[in-house]
DNA sequence: CTGAAAGCGCTTACAG
DNA sequence: CTGAAAGCGCTTACAG
């Protein structure tokens, strides 16, 4: 049987409503009563009963996070900082897997309405109709995925600008065709900032190598077909994906840069720490994800939603070589 | 302004008792009062109040989940199992990292109380009291970590059996002096696995070297110290400091694993590509979890907990040269 | 098959 | 500074 309010107030001798304002704050009391009040519960080991807090206040402090698709260091990474972030703004973080159907993902909504009052998407289907969820009394703010509508609220990052500063690097380092080996979710501007680079360099050759996956085992399955395309420079749309390449590239002779420069994208750890070490293009998480919890934080502008694009980085690494004088390698460059 | 059970009755000119009836489940309805309670429901976008439903029922679909420190694979693969498993139990996950004291761990539960009715912890600092959680109404599990008492359910990675394995395979490899690069949390039995295959085989020494850290940086910092030590065999407690440590080598001319074989812990994807492909140790996640969620879906016996171990396993790749043949270099064999 | 009523545990005006 | 009462939105016996 539950302690509740009412039972720490009789113990006490006072009413429900002084034992509230002693133990859950509000309100002046005199100090021996909150003295005695304080003890009653602390002798019956008395728990507030979250439910009915919420269920009476109308609201409550947990932010509802749909994650993103598959297990990597980015994905976790952004988590573990929107987690963090919201926790000091006093949210806990509710974890949930965007579902497979529509149907699906607004019956979990429904079944988070009453405790959470936001939902971070960091997942996203594109086949679904992000507007139906307007209807629901939960507010929707999307990181890194696009809906599609400015009917939400989207921090989004922009990855062009990266991809073009990678191939360019590529290009001062020497190469004359660059392959871009691109996943089936090539999204935010990869392709974009791809061939943005190739255009403004006319000479450069280029060619698109379309792969399934994003992980290890594809970057080590396309490897022949990279080598077989006559590229000198490679662009992989992770990192997974390049330091797969570098494991095909070994077993079969190809040094890394002299033959072939690399570049991957996200920032990974075991990138910086690859023989050579692994150019590539770092997120704006830590900008993403303060914005969104600063509309959570004061999210009372109902109606008004905000657009943000953010830039990515280019971290050039021993992968890609630089004219300017051999690198003394060694990973503490790397400005992880 | 909340559309309620009241206000969907009202439309559809039933009672409340009825709406309820049709739109969460329970007692006989007439088809044609339903059809009308379904449309009117759809027709004022009715959304159910959890708050008001936990509260009325005492109960909730939550289960906390404390996070371990650090950012590393391991980490995040057990919470997606984690999250996976607890959903198709019909659960939603909270998600929380573990506070600096007891006292903001209690205050943390405390605010769980009423939405969560299990904590699962994945992480623990053994200067807390686990036992003042046992005041709480809510049940704790400890995975991977041992709160020191068998009041809680427990289930825990044995560690000593891999880390055994690893370091008689590396001995039957042909090292004769072999380093064990231990962290400060170095826990779970490595140290004493390590010790009994040392002990097995008296011709072998040993050293052991402490590191305060278990990342990258820490395996490459302590890679002078390693060649210094002569081992021509060395076991690392986590894989990210044996890749750190491939770093080292190979900038200071050493190969593995003609000069120096190696071994890491934890069975991290990137190990799998690297070069050479490092043999590991792997974790029991996917039993562990199951066992944890297992707990919260029959969690009535009261009362009654379990400990249960977990043995881990070895997998041999080419950073332990194996003396049988010549391994052909790819990494599909890895076992990932 | 359906309705009127009580109550989950808290908070919030409203009086005194 | 303190108390009696209403009510958040749902579910659960209890009648009919």
């Not at 009040?37 to 507030?48: D, E, F, H, I, T």
């Not at 490897?223 to 590229?231: E, F, K, T, V, Y």
Request: glycine share 10%; aromatic share 6%.
């Amino acid at each position: 049987m539950a302690i509740t309010l009412k039972i720490v107030a009789n113990e006490a001798g006072v009413s429900v409503r002084t034992a509230g304002r002693v133990l859950r704050g509000g309100g002046p009391v005199s100090g021996v009563t909150a003295e005695r009040v304080r003890k009653a519960a602390a002798r019956l080991s008395y728990v507030p009963n979250a439910a009915a807090r919420n269920l009476r206040r109308r609201s409550c402090r947990i932010v509802g996070v749909i994650t993103s698709d598959g297990n990597h260091e980015l994905i976790h990474t952004r988590l573990r900082i929107l987690e963090r972030c919201l926790r000091e703004a006093g949210r806990d973080t509710l974890l949930g897997s965007l579902p497979g159907t529509q149907e699906e993902l607004e019956r979990m909504l429904l079944e988070w309405t009453g405790f959470a009052d936001f939902v971070i998407f960091t997942n996203w289907n594109p086949d679904f109709c992000a507007e139906r969820l307007l209807k629901l009394p939960i507010r929707c703010i999307f990181l890194d995925r696009d809906p599609g509508t400015d009917k939400f609220d989207r921090f989004l990052t922009e990855r062009a600008s990266g991809v073009r500063e990678v191939i360019l690097a590529l290009i001062r380092s020497g190469a004359g065709k660059i392959a871009h080996v691109s996943g089936i979710g090539s999204s935010g501007g990869r392709i974009e900032g791809f061939d943005s680079a190739i255009r403004a360099k006319p000479k450069v050759r280029a060619v698109r190598i379309p792969s399934k996956g994003s992980e290890f085992a594809d970057g080590y399955r396309l490897g022949a077909r990279i080598l077989r395309s006559g590229a000198d420079g490679v662009f992989f749309d992770t990192d997974r994906m390049a330091l797969g390449f570098y494991r095909y590239a070994h077993e079969h002779g190809i040094r890394i840069p002299e033959q072939i420069a690399v570049a991957g994208f996200d920032n990974d750890t075991p990138g910086a720490y690859a023989i050579p070490s692994l150019s590539t293009v770092a997120h704006p998480l830590e900008e993403e994800v303060r914005e969104a919890v600063r509309i959570v934080t004061n999210g009372d502008r109902k109606g008004k939603t905000k657009t943000l694009y953010f830039p990515t980085k280019l971290i050039v690494r021993e992968s890609i070589p630089m004219n300017v004088k051999p690198i003394k390698p060694s990973p503490t460059f790397t400005g992880k």
